[in-house]
């Protein structure tokens, strides 16, 4: 693709760009933002990552552009270049956000299992733990609450069967109900204690 190359009116191909970038040429690397800059924020979007994440995988990937500018080969194609500079870093943060909400949902799952269990806490903790649970099991609908109460707070731990019998539904919908429902709860809760 030629590109205008406005300092001395002449039409530059990509290759011609990253010749003047590499020799410092500021307006030659401010041509190829410019030309790609649409296309790169893009992709982090298409994603669903947020305007401020595609923002930092824009910058991130430009840097890496500017770093890489002497391992380029001859007629390379920036487009496909950048765009899959681009899915890589928006795959990394959704898999970094992944791993972050598996986390929070551990830790939510720890608490509800440790709540009704008096070792690591002292009574004041238990209390505050147990008062921080309540105030969001107040919050659910009654299926929700039910089920959670049910999976972490029976004493004799039912198998999901026994749950699915108690709450009148199929054995299949207990797990994805219940990851829905801590979902809600972590919602309502917001930061653990």
């Known amino acids: 693709m030629l590109v205008k190359y406005h300092t001395c009116n002449m039409y530059l191909t990509d290759d011609d760009l990253i010749q003047a970038c590499r020799k410092g040429d500021s307006h030659a690397w401010e041509i190829v933002v410019d030309k790609y800059k649409r296309l790169v924020f893009s992709i982090p979007l298409n994603y669903g990552l947020s305007r401020e994440d595609a923002a930092d995988i824009t910058q991130i990937t430009f840097t890496i552009l500017f770093e890489s500018l002497d391992q380029l080969y001859p007629n390379a194609r920036l487009a496909p270049w950048l765009a899959t500079v681009a899915r890589r870093h928006s795959w990394r943060m959704l898999e970094r956000y992944r791993r972050e909400h598996t986390n929070d949902d551990e830790a939510l799952e720890h608490n509800l299992t440790n709540s009704i269990d008096h070792a690591g806490y002292d009574d004041l903790e238990r ?9 969001g099991f107040s919050q659910l609908d009654e299926r929700c609450a039910r089920l959670l109460l049910l999976l972490y707070f029976s004493p004799n731990k039912p198998t999901y069967a026994e749950v699915a019998a108690e709450l009148n539904m199929p054995v299949s919908s207990v797990s994805p109900i219940r990851a829905r429902c801590l979902k809600k709860l972590k919602k309502v809760l917001g930061k653990r204690p």
């Open 127 to 135: 209390g505050e733990k147990l008062a921080w649970l309540d105030k």
